[in-house]
């Protein structure tokens, strides 16, 4: 059973920066792809990116260049790095574990964390 804990979310104003964590236990951290994704009210789940087990990432084509992942596997961590954040970007960020197929559908992660919310304002 993997465990995740998302953390780091808060109130930015547009054009500013944030770093969000997620903590994973119970898990063979260092095989497993880790996927960032954010749910506004209203609307469904949406990709924003993913670290797979080699470091290779890919970003959603909005937040790309201005927002990076990295992973510690000695710590079992995986950040979001966010600059340049727009009032767009305001949702809950989640973290989840790829267990197979394309890297930016919700229903090929399986073990979710909780959320943390960001809210850009204007």
């Known amino acids: 059973q993997v465990q995740l804990v998302e953390s780091g979310g808060g109130l930015v104003q547009a054009g500013g920066s944030l770093r969000l964590s997620c903590a994973a236990s119970g898990g063979v951290f260092s095989r497993i792809g880790m996927g960032w994704f954010r749910q506004a009210p209203g609307l469904e789940r949406e990709f924003v990116g993913v670290i797979i087990s080699d470091g290779t990432t890919y970003y959603a084509d909005s937040v790309k260049g201005r927002f990076t992942i990295s992973r510690d596997n000695g710590k079992n961590t995986v950040y979001l790095q966010m600059n340049s954040l727009r009032p767009e970007d305001t949702a809950v960020y989640y973290c989840?574990?790829?267990?197979?197929?394309?890297?930016?559908?919700?229903?090929?992660?399986?073990?979710w964390g909780q959320g943390t919310q960001v809210t850009v304002s204007s």
């Open positions: 989840g574990t790829h267990r197979l197929g394309t890297y930016d559908t919700p229903r090929n992660y399986d073990y």
